[in-house]
């Protein structure tokens, strides 16, 4: 295990469009986390002390918590970090300081992930968003003075909003990483239960805008909503797509372990706080080699690069390139793929989803175990 997720949950304001597992803080909630953190990670420490490559404090609003709460998040986690390990912390603007932003430089804190959202006054009321333009400006400008790898949020596709003036302020700023993405309405949130609904064509339209004007200012789109200047990509989220193992602590966080058996990965998901609190176990769902291949066509294929089969075949012993082989040349003919070796990589990433359902419905016609089964390294 290289890579760590911490979730922290406590956040300021509680926004009307999130589905996270959020609170607000009260009365020895935040002591209450720290301490039970600390006996989840000395646990998991003393089955995979390892170095980190990648450390990403995730929310929730991590930077939210007081910087003695701060110091103590940190001093919770016992692993080392490698040698030029990234470490990414999220963060709203309103939570940022001078002084606060130094003492997470001494933290170790390296890649700091703001939640801007929009520049512009309406669209983040529409959100409740607790910051304003002036906020959010201030944010990156503190961020980036102090020496931190930037990347903002951005929503696109909302009403009244000018995608435009949004995208070209945030290739403004100066920052080398943009994740912009349309807004999901999941059910029970605040803004589903208000009744908006989403304008599927006003958010391909904001996506295709994304596309052209970020890559006119130097970003390059390395996946489905994540566009980076060279060498500034997230490799914390990286891994994820490419299928990596990964630790999850905090209430709602979730692991994804290497099994033993026929399985060929663990994959872990923490109660909620009062649960988690109490020592209450993760669920458990065991991932069989033929689920981690689908899932990793499916992560694989969100990334420009694509994914190697090749890769999926050594690491579960399934022989998948000749069930596939068949699909991928249609695929390739109608001009829906390239196609590498075994490397296959989309055309257009914004119609994944028919994609995938055709590869995934050529590997649930059989695989062939090879002689050697499921990758063990």
Known sequence: MEH???????????CPYCDFHVLR??????????????????ALYERYPAPLKTLYLGGGTPSFLREPELEALFEALPWPLAEGAEVTLEANPGTLSP???RLLRELGVNRLSLGVQSFQEGV????????GRRGAFRAVEMALEAGFRTSIDLILGLPEQDVEADLQEAAALGVGHVSAYTLQVEPGTLLALSGYSPDPEAEALALERAVMMLGEAGFRRYEVSNFARPGEE????QAYWESAFWGGL??????????????????????PLPRWLV??????????PLEHAKESLMLGLRLAQGVDVGRIEGRTGLSLWPLLAPVVQALLAEGRLEVEGKRIRATNLNTLHPLILELWEALQKGTGPSQEGPATG
């Open 99 to 101: 002084p606060r932003l």
């Open 234 to 237: 997230s490799r914390h989220n």
């Open 250 to 271: 905090g209430p709602s966080a979730v692991g994804h372990y290497q099994a033993q058996g026929q399985a060929y990965a663990l994959r872990t998901r923490q109660p």
């Open 4 to 14: 760590l997720y911490v979730h922290v949950p406590f956040c300021p304001t509680l």
């Open 124 to 131: 983040l009321r529409i959100l409740g968003r607790a910051h």
């Open 25 to 42: 803080r009260h009365p020895g909630s935040v002591e209450a986390y720290l301490k039970r953190l600390k006996e989840e990670a000395w």
């Open 279 to 288: 020592g209450e176990p993760p669920d458990l769902e065991e991932i069989d």
